[in-house]
């Protein structure tokens, strides 16, 4: 019967390990295709708010598509809850515009390597939040990554101040929103899934924005936007994969530490890098490549 037992444990594990890697993989494909097609959004068609609006639309609707056929069960707010997806929404809008925003001052490579503070940044956020522990190998790792951080930062003579301050403000804003969200998916008290959460927060964000995207024109940059076929499938598109990276982060959260999740990240933005050479080049000096 031990060895049964054990046995079962056994698969109960490796199926648990094989449903994390699938997470990772998705979320990674999501990350990737996402931070190149704003990129080349945010160059072409410059009304933050308006894209940011269509985005979470996209995410709302997919949410309620599969809720309406079964798939998934959207469970509404209890009193309880209200509060902690305020405070998550409202950094959730924060975020989306300086990273917009960063994509239309700074070239890729940049954005990606700025972007490399974050486990860094996440990491600290644990531990004096979560009471997570450092150990010696996680710390000279990130050390690693902060060093590239400020090397490429110092060799890149074409970045912008506002370029410069909506980059390293979005590295900030993302630790602290992973770590936090670590905990609501942790916690017991809000007991919610990742679904449940994307979709709430998504949802209590959107006065926000539309009131921000209202003061750029909205829905005048709307409806110029349906006039622009290339630009319209692009936004389209993103709004899909933002529901999957929203919704595959939180399902991460679940699984494993908000840190993990970061330096996870440093790989996707290496493959994001290595793409954007293609798609979105610009120039990169020997010390950015080291």
């Known amino acids: ?29 999501c990350s990737v295709f996402l931070v190149l097609i704003n990129k080349t959004i945010s160059v072409s068609f410059s009304y933050a708010w308006t894209v940011v609006a269509i985005q979470n639309t996209g995410t709302i609707l997919c949410s309620v598509g599969l809720h309406a056929f079964g798939k998934v069960v959207l469970r509404p707010l209890q009193r309880h809850q209200v509060l902690p997806l305020l405070i998550d929404a409202g950094w959730l809008v924060v975020v989306l515009y300086s990273s917009f925003k960063a994509l239309q001052e700074v070239s890729v490579p940049l954005y990606v390597v700025v972007r490399n503070l974050v486990p860094f940044l996440t990491a600290i956020c644990e531990r004096f939040a979560l009471k997570k522990p450092m150990d010696v190998m996680l710390i000279l790792a990130l050390l690693v990554t902060f060093a590239g951080t400020v090397l490429y930062s110092v060799s890149d003579f074409s970045i912008s101040q506002d370029g410069a301050k909506f980059a390293f403000a979005n590295a900030f804003l993302v630790a602290g929103m992973c770590v936090y969200e670590r905990y609501l998916m942790t916690s017991a008290e809000i007991g919610l899934s990742a679904i449940d959460v994307n979709f709430h927060r998504v949802l209590l964000s959107m006065p926000i924005i539309l009131g921000f995207a209202y003061f750029e024109g909205f829905p005048g940059t709307l409806i110029e936007l349906g006039s622009r076929r290339f630009e319209l499938c692009l936004v389209v598109s993103s709004a899909f994969a933002a529901f999957g990276i929203g919704t595959l982060l939180l399902a991460l959260q679940a699984e494993v530490s908000a840190t993990t999740i970061q330096v996870a990240n440093v790989a996707y933005k290496c493959a994001t890098t290595a793409v954007s050479r293609i798609t979105h080049p610009s120039e990169v000096s020997p010390l950015g490549y080291l």
């Open 1 to 29: 019967m031990g060895k049964e037992d054990a046995r079962q444990a056994a698969e109960v594990e490796s199926s648990q390990q094989f449903r994390v890697l699938l997470l990772f993989l998705g979320h990674a494909s």
